[in-house]
């Protein structure tokens, strides 16, 4: 008697889940024997045969009709209402992506095997840390060996970075001129003129503990100890597994590709692009702590590289000194003995927000505002209940890259919700005008390669009434 159980998976992993194997568990297409059978030919006695769900062919791809099932589960997953959704339109988002991986590969879109290869790893990783073993993988995924749910996985995650690529390859030289933004808000309806979230713009001083002379060379003995052990024979990437303070690398052994233009800190690749295949390098310091870099490959104008950064611990006593010189400059500054953005600019330890007396620049908009409802809710708590130009208590908080650090921060301008004013908010409007080109400029692609691309849609759907020419009438 065989028992069934049944697999409870965490929520925490459900969306990673149904986001990156949409259409894993359909892509064991099965060939089934019809019911009916057809009447046997002096050519033929077989019976009549299909593949089961397939419902769509765009170029060399399938969309099945359990992969719409899929879809609109990865929503629900993500917290998102369906109810307004049709199977329909859900389809032609599916079509599209087909045809953006289709197309990369007639236009010869690279993308490498190394970095999807990396990100499987990755992926799988967290997969294994939630349920616990690779036959619990398997057994969700309906998958019987772990090499077809490999060879699966790294295909959807191939796909997946054509379409990505193609896209950014279709968007990427659009720009917006200030005139095209007017006449974008000029055609908008006063009625229908977009309404902007309360906003805030801030500013911080940050005091960084100091850390210790022995404490540096504590960690520069242990590198140099680390780079001895690799060059007798140890492996670099189980030493970063271990002992690398950067948690977005460690499960991958501090593996990097990076080129000339990767965003990272000038320190770093100025070693980075000193060294030799093979060769690892000397300790070095940046803003985020101690590294080693070992280059692994030289290819073309990037580096395969991995490398090992160990963070100075902070003593207790460096951290009360930094508590008492950040309560200091907060008492000065509500004595009027000095202003905020005068404290910012000669006494925080913040390099990036110093010049500008201390003001944030919120990543998401390259502007100085930052929307509250979308704000990082670490900031948002400290912010929040602020008036205009009062200082908050230092506080402190740990980096993952930086650190324990103290912080103070200032509201230094409160915009409540309003209607969209084209002086007040030009960078905003001119985002939404760049957005919209940026979908005609999609809609007229898929348009024209619909033409000229192989394209069959299943007679279930041949009703559908798509927004593009995916039927081709």
Known sequence: MINKT????????????????????????????????????????????KIDGIIATVGDYVVLDSDIDKAFLEIQGQGGSVKDITRCQMLSSLLKEKLFAHQAIQDSVIVSDAEIKEKMDQQLEYMLEQLGSMD???????????????????????????????????????EITPEETRNFFKKIPENELPQFGAELEIAQIVIKPK?????????INKLKEIKKEVQEGASFKTRAVIYTDDRASAATGGFYKINKKTPFVKEFKDVAFSLQEGEISEPFETMFGYHIIYLEKIKGLELELRHILMMPKVSPESLKEAKEKADLIKKRIEDKEITFAEAARTLSDEKETRANGGTLINPKTQDTRFELTKMDPELYGQVSNLKDNEISIPYLMEDPKEGKMYKILMVTNRIDQHTADYSKDYTKIRELALKEKQINAIAKWTEEKIKETYIRINADYQGCDFESNWLKK
């Open 6 to 49: 049944k697999m409870i998976v965490p929520k925490k992993i459900i969306t990673i889940l149904l986001l990156t194997f949409s259409s894993l568990i359909s892509n064991a297409q099965e060939i089934i024997v019809d019911s009916v059978k057809v009447k046997p030919t002096p050519k033929s006695n077989s019976n009549k045969i």
């Open 211 to 219: 850390i210790s002379e022995e404490e540096k060379q504590r960690i």
């Open 136 to 174: 619990k993988v398997l057994q969700y995924f309906k998958k019987s060996n772990e090499d077809d749910f490999r060879t699966d996985f790294l295909e959807i995650l191939k796909q997946q970075r054509l379409a990505s690529e193609m896209q950014q390859k279709i968007i990427g030289e659009i």
